[in-house]
């Protein structure tokens, strides 16, 4: 067989196999090695700067290293650690005290204001989303700063303490050994409430409105309705406002940073800040790797099981 | 039919949310165009030109602003290219390419940091542009390419056909009729790489310790770290960061809620 021969039934083969996909209703698209020269530049950046050092964070997390020096393998003492080491499982456990506020209280909230708003059309809505939404925008050190000076010993919020005869109450809010953690979380709870409520009024706009008006002539009060049109209809919506904020909640490391700087004491450490102080303040890089892959590990997880339970009808 | 007393509820709802969520950033505002007992702020706007002379956010402004644009170029463009093989071509071994960028959606900054900044030092590449933004653009493109893909993979197979009997190659396809066409998807990509991008602290943070390469939010947590003597001036730097986004988001608001829901809704 000749050359051009070897070609022209190769082709003839990969023209029969596109048609066949085509009828099986298969993805578009021909044969077409061309595609890997359009996916190579993405490809070998994000190779180079976010795979290998990821597989490079699970190599070093087996390491004891401290940056300078030759490191010595120990196994998976690193991550033994994180359930050993009280202060890392403190880091931990903020993290999920950190869950609630950054994303169980936004979407419980949320999904209720939206039902009540759902059912009428309201002059106005795209100012109030707007508005609602824009501290989502706003970079997280600014909010950090913003709500530092809210927490402040002579911040408003103590000066309304003040005002109403509470001032015994007042106090550094961050410097509170029991309270920092819950003000960090207040904080998330601000940045995650409108995005919950902007997805939830765009799942609840889709509910034809006979369906509301169908619930009523069943006799069924505002608890039934939300339970039995709202709920099922926002399914989807709960499903990616769970995913987004619960990821916010486990990487939250800039509010950490600028408000408590995980303190008083170890008060309000979270895992993504023991990273950072383990690898460049304490010289534990090992340690910081294996928090670091164990994290990546927690968010695959949640995103499959989130997914899973969205999918369930 | 919806009573006056439900059309009520439902304003009050909304006022009181919209208090709650603008209430943070109406007293920085405020509080960045007050004097205080520092001496340096006199109040009014002229805070501002104090902030950007002591807090240098001149220099932290243009840093963020060569970081942005440059992430956001090369990310946008190689998403285009990438999201667009996945999308509309077929080569062996596509799905798993694309499975493996996917992962990177998820992966959170904090566990490759590390083993960045530890490879990056050892080439002499930390405290340059190319350790600020290289590591942004692989993130990006990871988004970048499972968005354009969606967009690619809803485009109308009669258009590229049409393309192709009038004689483009793949590359004029793309560029003379997809990527038209596609405008508002690629707003929306190019909105979030931006935003991301701007508001990024870890990556600055780690990678850069000269004070020239300091993006904004890393020179505003600076400030608070160094200026003590009032909160003006540190009110008016957080504005002076935060502001650039906003504007963006206050003309394209549609784009960016949009961006952000959906971005995640075809995960």
Same mark, same amino acid.
């Given at each position: 067989?000749?050359?051009?021969?070897?070609?022209?039934?190769?082709?003839?083969?990969?023209?029969?196999?596109?048609?066949?996909?085509?009828?099986?209703?298969?993805?578009?698209?021909?044969?077409?090695?061309?595609?890997?020269?359009?996916?190579?530049?993405?490809?070998?950046?994000?190779?180079?700067?976010?795979?290998?050092?990821?597989?490079?964070?699970?190599?070093?997390?087996?390491?004891?290293?401290?940056?300078?020096?030759?490191?010595?393998?120990?196994?998976?003492?690193?991550?033994?650690?994180?359930?050993?080491?009280?202060?890392?499982?403190?880091?931990?456990?903020?993290?999920?005290?950190?869950?609630?506020?950054?994303?169980?209280?936004?979407?419980?909230?949320?999904?209720?204001?939206?039902?009540?708003?759902?059912?009428?059309?309201?002059?106005?809505?795209?100012?109030?989303?707007?508005?609602?939404?824009?501290?989502?925008?706003?970079?997280?050190?600014?909010?950090?700063?913003?709500?530092?000076?809210?927490?402040?010993?002579?911040?408003?919020?103590?000066?309304?303490?003040?005002?109403?005869?509470?001032?015994?109450?007042?106090?550094?809010?961050?410097?509170?050994?029991?309270?920092?953690?819950?003000?960090?979380?207040?904080?998330?709870?601000?940045?995650?409430?409108?995005?919950?409520?902007?997805?939830?009024?765009?799942?609840?706009?889709?509910?034809?409105?006979?369906?509301?008006?169908?619930?009523?002539?069943?006799?069924?009060?505002?608890?039934?309705?939300?339970?039995?049109?709202?709920?099922?209809?926002?399914?989807?919506?709960?499903?990616?406002?769970?995913?987004?904020?619960?990821?916010?909640?486990?990487?939250?490391?800039?509010?950490?940073?600028?408000?408590?700087?995980?303190?008083?004491?170890?008060?309000?450490?979270?895992?993504?800040?023991?990273?950072?102080?383990?690898?460049?303040?304490?010289?534990?890089?090992?340690?910081?790797?294996?928090?670091?892959?164990?994290?990546?590990?927690?968010?695959?997880?949640?995103?499959?099981?989130?997914?899973?339970?969205?999918?369930?009808? | 039919?919806?009573?006056?007393?439900?059309?009520?509820?439902?304003?009050?709802?909304?006022?009181?949310?919209?208090?709650?969520?603008?209430?943070?950033?109406?007293?920085? &505002?405020? =509080?960045? &165009?007050?004097?205080?007992?520092?001496?340096?702020?006199?109040?009014?706007?002229?805070?501002?030109?104090?902030?950007?002379?002591?807090?240098?956010?001149?220099?932290?402004?243009?840093?963020? &602003?060569?970081?942005?644009?440059?992430?956001?170029?090369?990310?946008? +463009?190689?998403?285009?290219?990438?999201?667009?093989?996945?999308?509309?071509?077929?080569?062996?071994?596509?799905?798993?390419?694309?499975?493996? %960028?996917?992962?990177?959606? %998820?992966?959170?900054?904090?566990?490759?940091?590390?083993?960045?900044?530890?490879?990056?030092?050892?080439?002499?590449?930390?405290?340059?542009?190319?350790?600020?933004?290289?590591?942004?653009?692989?993130?990006?493109?990871?988004?970048?390419? +499972?968005?354009?893909?969606?967009?690619?993979?809803?485009?109308?197979?009669?258009?590229?056909?049409?393309?192709?009997?009038?004689?483009?190659?793949?590359?004029?396809? =793309?560029?003379?009729?997809?990527?038209?066409?596609?405008?508002?998807?690629?707003?929306?990509?190019?909105?979030?790489?931006?935003?991301?991008?701007?508001?990024?602290?870890?990556?600055?943070?780690?990678?850069?310790?000269?004070?020239?390469?300091?993006?904004?939010? =890393?020179?505003?947590? +600076? +400030?608070?770290?160094?200026?003590?003597?009032?909160?003006?001036?540190?009110?008016?730097?957080?504005?002076?960061?935060?502001?650039?986004?906003?504007?963006?988001?206050?003309?394209?608001?549609?784009?960016?809620?949009?961006?952000?829901?959906?971005?995640?809704?075809?995960?």
């Amino acid at each position: 067989m000749s050359a051009a021969e070897a070609q022209t039934a190769a082709s003839a083969a990969a023209a029969d196999r596109s048609a066949r996909r085509e009828r099986r209703g298969a993805p578009p698209g021909e044969p077409r090695r061309v595609g890997y020269v359009y996916v190579a530049p993405a490809l070998v950046i994000y190779a180079v700067f976010l795979l290998f050092p990821l597989v490079r964070a699970v190599q070093i997390s087996f390491y004891k290293w401290d940056g300078l020096t030759l490191g010595g393998w120990v196994g998976l003492r690193n991550y033994a650690d994180i359930l050993a080491d009280p202060a890392l499982r403190a880091a931990f456990g903020h993290a999920a005290v950190l869950v609630v506020f950054f994303a169980l209280i936004p979407t419980a909230v949320g999904l209720v204001l939206a039902s009540v708003v759902a059912r009428a059309r309201v002059r106005g809505l795209t100012f109030f989303r707007t508005v609602i939404f824009l501290p989502q925008v706003v970079a997280m050190v600014v909010v950090a700063v913003t709500w530092r000076q809210i927490y402040a010993p002579d911040g408003p919020i103590n000066d309304v303490l003040r005002f109403v005869g509470l001032g015994d109450l007042a106090r550094g809010w961050l410097g509170d050994f029991d309270l920092a953690l819950p003000a960090v979380g207040m904080v998330g709870t601000w940045v995650s409430i409108g995005l919950c409520f902007v997805l939830f009024l765009a799942g609840t706009g889709k509910i034809p409105r006979e369906l509301y008006e169908a619930a009523r002539i069943d006799g069924a009060g505002p608890i039934r309705e939300f339970v039995s049109v709202t709920l099922p209809a926002v399914r989807n919506e709960i499903v990616v406002a769970l995913t987004l904020t619960v990821i916010a909640a486990l990487r939250t490391f800039d509010l950490v940073y600028v408000t408590t700087g995980g303190g008083p004491g170890n008060a309000t450490t979270v895992p993504s800040y023991e990273v950072y102080r383990r690898a460049f303040e304490l010289g534990a890089v090992g340690s910081a790797a294996a928090i670091g892959v164990t994290l990546t590990a927690i968010i695959l997880l949640l995103n499959l099981v989130i997914a899973r339970i969205g999918e369930q009808p | 039919m919806i009573s006056a007393r439900e059309r009520t509820l439902n304003y009050v709802v909304l006022v009181v949310f919209a208090v709650y969520a603008l209430y943070p950033l109406v007293m920085i &505002v405020d =509080l960045a &165009v007050s004097p205080d007992l520092s001496g340096d702020a006199a109040g009014g706007l002229a805070n501002f030109e104090g902030a950007w002379e002591q807090g240098r956010f001149g220099t932290y402004l243009r840093s963020s &602003v060569v970081v942005s644009a440059i992430t956001v170029s090369i990310a946008t +463009f190689l998403s285009i290219l990438s999201g667009y093989a996945f999308g509309t071509m077929r080569f062996p071994g596509r799905a798993l390419l694309f499975w493996t %960028m996917l992962v990177g959606i %998820m992966v959170p900054t904090e566990a490759i940091v590390v083993p960045l900044y530890f490879d990056l030092r050892a080439l002499d590449l930390t405290n340059t542009y190319v350790a600020l933004i290289l590591p942004q653009v692989a993130q990006s493109v990871a988004f970048g390419t +499972f968005w354009m893909r969606a967009y690619f993979l809803s485009s109308s197979r009669d258009v590229v056909e049409a393309a192709r009997i009038d004689g483009a190659g793949h590359w004029q396809t =793309l560029w003379r009729v997809l990527a038209p066409m596609g405008r508002p998807a690629i707003v929306t990509l190019t909105l979030l790489i931006f935003m991301w991008t701007w508001n990024e602290f870890l990556i600055p943070l780690v990678m850069v310790t000269s004070e020239n390469l300091r993006t904004a939010p =890393l020179g505003l947590a +600076f +400030f608070q770290g160094q200026y003590t003597s009032g909160v003006a001036l540190l009110a008016a730097g957080a504005v002076i960061v935060a502001l650039p986004v906003v504007i963006v988001y206050l003309v394209l608001q549609r784009h960016f809620i949009q961006g952000i829901v959906e971005g995640s809704t075809k995960g």
